[in-house]
């Protein structure tokens, strides 16, 4: 049995989990930063660095504290390199080099997407390679082959936002507050999902991509317009969301028969509306359908102890010269797509 010591600091969560080889979560702490960041409607780069700063080594200490062990028992360190906020990942990263250089521990530098993308199995065993993932957070918005630990192939991304961020800006939008996914959702539950007309991005299309400025732009219009109540406009909002991420996902779904299930994870996993519907699509297809519990969906140091856990049973590990990345797909290899830019 191995365990690993897994930091999280790419955004706006300062994290610190223990994870061992038999997927058992031996302590974890998670320090969010809504107090700093909400008179601004959304997450400011230094002040989340600053706080990780602040925050990162009392979470470390903690975590090792409340499993009974110490540095010298962990078998390797693991931490987020990227992509994300260039700072905040930067204090996370330069802590890991720390623990693991004291230490004398192996490093294993995590790509923040791959931890997303393992965190199913960490808590299902039985979920095996090749399954397709939906990732949908803040910053992302991709479907992936999943093949095994570093093998994934990319087959639709968004050309503009992501999901997480159109729900972040409509939050802004309509007045209810930071963190916007959670608020969305809260306030939909009380309104009607068809009494505001939105468009739906590429539904229909043969692209395989996503795209959300669009319906971000819409409900701006159409809360400028005054006509409908601040409810009705995230019911609606929430709605045009799932029928763009079901009808892209049909499309990978058909692609991809060897998959063995159908996963989500990323932040925006959490949304109940989202969970079911992407359930009800998997079914469709035969499918089994697999989504981590929602503390699994928003970044936390689990999901980086398991990626760690995973590269490091796989050989994986890095030396103390590895660098910080701001961007870092997981398929390199995959086309370049109309829009996206550096975030495909």
């Given at each position: 049995m191995t365990l690993i010591l897994g930091l999280e600091s790419s955004c706006?969560?300062?994290?610190?989990?223990?994870?061992?080889?038999?997927?058992?979560?031996?302590?974890?702490?998670v320090a969010g930063q809504e107090a700093e960041h909400s008179p601004y409607g959304g997450v400011v780069p230094e002040i989340a660095a600053r706080a990780?700063?602040?925050?990162?080594?009392?979470?470390?200490?903690?975590?090792?504290?409340d499993a009974g062990v110490s540095l010298a028992d962990v078998d390797a360190v693991a931490a987020t390199a990227g992509p994300g906020l260039i700072g905040g990942v930067m204090v996370g990263l330069v802590t890991g080099k720390a623990l693991a250089h004291a230490a004398n521990k192996p490093l294993v530098a995590v790509n923040h997407l791959e931890g997303h993308a393992l965190s199913p199995r960490l808590t299902d065993p039985d979920l095996a390679f090749p399954y397709l993932l939906l990732l949908v957070s803040g910053g992302h918005c991709q479907l992936l082959l999943v093949s095994g630990v570093g093998a994934y192939r990319r087959l639709a991304t968004t050309i503009d936002d992501a999901a997480g961020e159109a729900f972040d800006k409509t939050a802004k939008l309509l007045g209810l507050g930071y963190p916007g996914g959670p608020a969305v959702e809260r306030a939909?539950?009380?309104?009607?999902?068809?009494?505001?007309?939105?468009p739906r991005p590429l539904v229909g299309s043969t692209e395989?991509?996503?795209?959300?400025?669009?319906l971000k732009s819409a409900?701006?219009?159409?809360?400028?317009?005054?006509?409908h109540g601040v409810a009705d406009l995230a019911a609606a909002f929430q709605q045009a969301v799932v029928d763009c991420l079901v009808d892209r996902s049909r499309i990978a779904l058909a692609a991809c028969p060897q998959a063995s299930a159908f996963v989500v994870a990323g932040g925006v996993a959490a949304n109940?509306?989202?969970?079911?519907?992407?359930?009800?699509?998997?079914?469709?297809?035969?499918?089994?359908?697999?989504a981590p519990p929602l503390w699994l969906c928003t970044d936390n140091g689990a999901m980086i102890a398991w990626?760690?856990?995973?590269?490091?049973?796989?050989?994986?590990?890095?030396?103390l010269g590895v660098a910080a990345r701001p961007r870092w797909p997981l398929d390199p290899a995959a086309e370049a797509v109309r829009g996206a830019g550096v975030k495909a």
């Open positions: 706006d969560e300062t994290a610190a989990a223990l994870v061992d080889s038999e997927r058992r979560v031996r302590a974890h702490r990780h700063v602040d925050r990162l080594a009392p979470l470390v200490e903690g975590v090792l504290a939909a539950r009380d309104g009607d999902p068809r009494a505001v007309p939105l395989p991509h996503f795209s959300f400025a669009g409900v701006a219009r159409a809360a400028a317009l005054g006509d109940g509306a989202i969970r079911a519907a992407l359930t009800e699509l998997a079914h469709e297809h035969g499918k089994r359908f697999v990626a760690g856990a995973e590269r490091f049973a796989a050989g994986l590990t890095d030396d």
